[in-house]
């Protein structure tokens, strides 16, 4: 099973950045994907997390983020997704992307002027 | 602030054993899941649903829930342990819960 992220960078305030997470090994289209991020020195914060397309594709957020980002899948190339708008140099941190099991790498993002 | 509550740090000398708890209302409804992070590194996944290990984690990694309280313990404690444990449930919407994460100090 592995989990690769790409995307993150630096990005000004207001800009907008987009995170993949690939994964292979298991059957993406059955798997509930959250994403998580760690600002510098804090602990672990959950982002949203979507479920699988036969469990409805609900997607759900926390309150920081929602209406700014957005989560999504593309089964056929067992890819999550996590568009980031109106970036706010809150969103500093690491982002990863998870199945409760098993963890992507994690992708630097940096909101700076 | 977190919605668990986890005690900062724990110190142990290699070989004893270490306790971490993880505490909150509703601990007793949802599964917990225990995370570890390596200074630099993503988490991983060393408890799941209460008290499954995950087959690449050493049997030295158990859990046990009674009530509003979690134990994560380790048994035998060696050096490559010193990490960062976070401890995760789900609210009633399904919403993620961390606790605030506790250092472990290998001594």
């Known amino acids: 099973v592995q989990l690769v992220q790409s995307g993150g960078g630096v990005v000004e305030p207001g800009g907008s950045l987009r995170l993949s997470c690939e994964v292979s090994?298991?059957?993406?289209?059955?798997?509930?994907m959250v994403w998580v991020r760690q600002a510098p020195g804090k602990g672990l914060e959950w982002i949203g997390r979507i479920k699988s397309e036969s469990d409805g594709g609900t997607v759900d957020y926390a309150s920081p983020v929602k209406g700014r980002f957005f989560i999504s899948r593309d089964d056929s190339k067992n890819t999550l997704f996590l568009q980031m708008n109106g970036l706010e140099t809150e969103d500093t941190g690491v982002y990863y992307c998870?199945?409760?099991?098993?963890w992507g790498q994690g992708s630097q993002v940096t909101v700076s002027s | 602030s977190y919605d668990l509550t986890q005690p900062p740090s724990v110190s142990v000398s290699p070989g004893q054993t270490a306790t971490i708890t993880c505490s909150g209302d509703?601990?007793?409804?949802?599964?917990v899941s225990w995370f570890q992070q390596r200074p630099g590194h993503a988490p991983v996944t060393v408890i799941f649903k209460d008290n499954q290990r995950p087959s690449r984690i050493p049997d030295r990694f158990s859990a046990a829930v009674s009530g509003t309280r979690v134990t994560l313990t380790i048994s035998g404690v060696q050096a490559e342990d010193e990490a960062d444990y976070y401890c995760?449930?789900?609210?009633?919407?399904?919403?993620?819960?961390f606790g605030g994460g506790t250092k472990l100090t290998v001594l």
């Open positions: 998870t199945t409760a099991l098993r």
């Open positions: 090994g298991f059957i993406f289209r059955d798997a509930w």
């Open positions: 995760q449930s789900v609210d009633i919407s399904g919403a993620w819960r």
């Open positions: 509703g601990l007793a409804k949802y599964f």
